[in-house]
């Protein structure tokens, strides 16, 4: 059964620290998004890529969070520092890009800074 | 930016009642997903609307995209307990590669 993977499924850090969140597309899937779900905001998309290539970025403070495909069955995103603020839930959801790219999502990264 | 509103945020119905979703941009969608989120998971693809005035149904679920393709409807007949959860719209621009979601509607039915 394909599903996306996102590890750790919980991570309670220091406000300051760094923190990396992993995610493990669907095989074959050659488009990946990262998303972060809070009440107030709803689900907002950080950063996509198609085929590993960043297609935008523009959703992330950018002073503070990057997202890379080392490879294809790898996708991270990371903060550095943390801070209070990012306390939400992130998502990574994979598919295959086309007229109709429909999104498979992992079960999602708690994050709690505190 | 692309923003999807839905309406109503919240809905707190009886079982067996019907209820409707709204879903309205000012954007253009090359097509228009909806997705049902329950607590601790991510959301999963309920179904993809692509033809402006297309309507499908699912069991008692009927999804409806509008003739512009800027908005859709999630009307749900006879609510049951199982279908308490939150749904999303998303929008799908096919030149961006973009999947953009909707604010959400979360869906309360009890017994």
């Known amino acids: 059964d394909a599903r996306v993977t996102q590890t750790p499924r919980h991570k309670v850090t220091e406000m300051g620290q760094e923190v990396t969140m992993r995610c493990q597309p669907i095989?074959?899937?050659?488009?990946v998004f990262w998303y972060r779900q809070t009440m107030m905001q709803g689900l907002e998309l950080l950063a996509y890529?198609?085929?590993?290539?960043?297609?935008?970025d523009s959703g992330m403070p950018k002073d503070r969070f990057s997202a890379e495909m080392p490879d294809a069955t790898l996708a991270t995103l990371k903060i550095q520092p943390s801070e209070p603020r990012d306390s939400a839930v992130y998502f990574c959801?994979?598919?295959?890009?086309?007229?109709?790219?429909?999104?498979?999502f992992g079960q999602g990264t708690r994050l709690t800074v505190v | 930016t692309q923003l999807l509103e839905q309406s109503p945020q919240f809905l707190s119905i009886q079982e067996g009642e019907n209820l409707t979703v709204y879903c309205n941009s000012s954007s253009v969608f090359s097509s228009l997903q909806w997705y049902r989120q329950e607590p601790g998971e991510g959301p999963v693809l309920l179904v993809t609307?692509?033809?402006?005035?297309e309507v499908k149904k699912l069991k008692r679920l009927t999804f409806q995209f509008g003739d512009a393709r800027k908005d859709s409807s999630l009307h749900i007949t006879a609510a049951q307990p199982g279908d308490t959860g939150l749904y999303l719209c998303?929008?799908?621009?096919?030149?961006?590669?973009?999947?953009?979601f909707g604010t959400g509607t979360r869906l309360q039915v009890t017994l």
């Open positions: 998303a929008g799908y621009t096919g030149t961006a590669s973009k999947l953009t």
């Open positions: 959801a994979s598919g295959l890009v086309g007229q109709n790219t429909e999104a498979f």
């Open positions: 609307v692509v033809t402006g005035g």
């Open positions: 890529f198609r085929n590993r290539a960043p297609l935008d």
């Open positions: 095989l074959g899937h050659n488009t």
